[in-house]
């Protein structure tokens, strides 16, 4: 027997749907942005180090501005850093910035 959802608690199949097809948009811009799957080794290490930051975020429940005290960047920037936008960084700046946040950082390059 399948459970009905609660009025309130959860949105209902008809919201469910909208939020699914605005999320799979192409031309959706907000959001969490995902890595393509041709992406360089150097936008592949730059998004490996936004989500070292987002989980030191959630693992700590920081809020964005505590996160950004922490790194010595502003708010927005740290928005930024938890959606993935990685072309808005150079990969120093967000190694700089990880190393804030975890002392003893270490970046090992491996060659395939």
């Known amino acids: 027997m399948k459970k009905s959802r609660t009025r309130g608690k959860f949105p209902d199949d008809a919201t469910l749907e909208r939020v699914r097809d605005k999320l799979s948009d192409p031309n959706y811009s907000g959001g969490n942005i995902a890595l393509p799957a041709d992406a360089s080794e150097i936008d592949r290490a730059k998004y490996q180090l936004c989500q070292l930051i987002a989980r030191y975020q959630r693992e700590h429940g920081l809020l964005q501005k505590d996160v950004a005290g922490r790194i010595g960047a502003d708010a927005s920037r740290v928005s930024d850093i938890l959606r993935g936008k990685i072309e808005r960084f150079t990969l ?9 946040l975890h002392t003893g950082l270490k970046i090992k390059i491996i060659a395939a």
């Open 92 to 100: 120093d700046r967000l190694i700089a910035y990880a190393e804030k």
